[in-house]
Each structure stands twice: as structure tokens, then as C-alpha cells.
């Protein structure tokens, strides 16, 4: 844990100390989910093939900060947006998001929240995206979480462990942050 906070303080040095740091206009959201998810484009990138298909798992644990979407589900948005922007059809991306831990509050309806969940829109999106959404079991039931307190589209599994054993028996990578 505390290498990779030395990592990150270096990185954020890095960042910060170079002159050639890009303004956030550089980053725009869409095409394919407009209110989320900006990226960049980045000239000289290695083209896409034509037939790039993708089958891609995004584990998520951290929490989001109450009152604002959850990194992790925004990471799936610049996913889509990216490779979408890219060239890659929509129909060749397939997406996984196993939540467990602290973020499985994250995925509550509003009264179990405790107020707006404004993760809810993003979720929306995602799922509407053909984002397959799955929530630890076990995390839930730890937490007190029930499959009918979960934002609609959201499915119960077993336990994060088990989603992501089917997932990679389906032909899915993790996506490691």
C-alpha cells in the first residue's frame, strides 16, 4: 500500500512539474455516452484494427465520494467513448463491471443511499450501452444490501470472485485500475 501511494505522489509530481500538461479542454465526453466519461485524442496512437473486438472486465472496490459518480463506473464510460472515437463499433465492445466492497452503496437506490445517487444517471447509460453491471453477493449481504435496494439493471451474483470466473471463462480481461 505505501509503495503505491510513493508511486502516485511521484506521478502527480511528474504531472504537475511538466510543462507540457494538457488543459482539461483537451478531454471531451462522447460519442457514445455524451454526459460521461471525457478522453483525448492522441495523435501518433497506433491505429485499431478494423475487426477489434473487445471483452473487457472492470473490477471496482473503492467507493465514490458521496455526492459524486464513482471513478470506477466513469473509467467504463472513457472505455467505451475511447475505443468508440476510435473506430471500434459498439457492438464490439463488450463490458463487465463486478462491484464489491465499500462500492457496492454505490449502486443503491436513492432511500438506501441516503439521498440522491448520483451514480444512478451513469448507470442508466452504461447499462442502456449493453454494460453488464454485477454486484458481490457477498459484499452486499455484508453491507445489508438486498437485490431490490440495487439501481434497476443491476444484478446480484453470487460473490465478485464468481462473476469474475465466469466472465474470464466468457473470454473477458480485467482491467487492472
Do not use: W
Not at 475487426?51 to 467504463?76: L, P, Y
Amino acid at each position: 500500500m505505501i509503495l503505491r501511494q510513493v508511486f502516485a505522489a511521484a506521478a502527480l509530481a511528474v504531472a504537475v512539474a511538466s510543462p507540457s500538461f494538457s488543459d482539461a479542454a483537451d478531454f471531451k465526453t462522447g460519442p457514445l455516452i455524451k454526459q460521461y466519461g471525457p478522453v483525448a485524442v492522441v495523435p501518433g496512437a497506433e491505429p485499431l484494427a478494423k475487426n477489434t473486438v473487445f471483452a473487457v472486465a472492470f473490477d471496482v472496490i473503492q467507493s465514490g465520494e458521496k455526492d459524486a459518480v464513482n471513478r470506477g463506473f466513469e473509467s467504463a464510460a472513457r472505455f467505451l467513448n475511447m475505443h468508440s472515437a476510435a473506430g471500434v463499433p459498439a457492438e464490439s465492445m463488450k463490458l463487465a463491471i463486478v462491484v464489491h466492497g465499500a462500492a457496492v452503496q454505490d449502486l443503491t437506490n436513492d432511500t438506501v443511499y441516503g439521498g440522491s445517487n448520483k451514480n444512478a444517471e451513469l448507470i442508466r447509460l452504461l447499462l442502456a450501452n449493453g454494460v453488464s453491471v454485477q454486484v458481490c453477493g457477498q459484499s452486499a449481504t455484508f453491507r445489508g444490501v438486498r437485490a431490490e435496494d440495487l439501481l434497476p439493471g443491476v444484478k446480484m451474483a453470487l460473490s465478485a470472485m464468481t462473476a469474475h470466473a465466469l466472465l474470464q471463462q466468457q473470454g473477458y480481461s480485467i482491467n487492472p485500475f
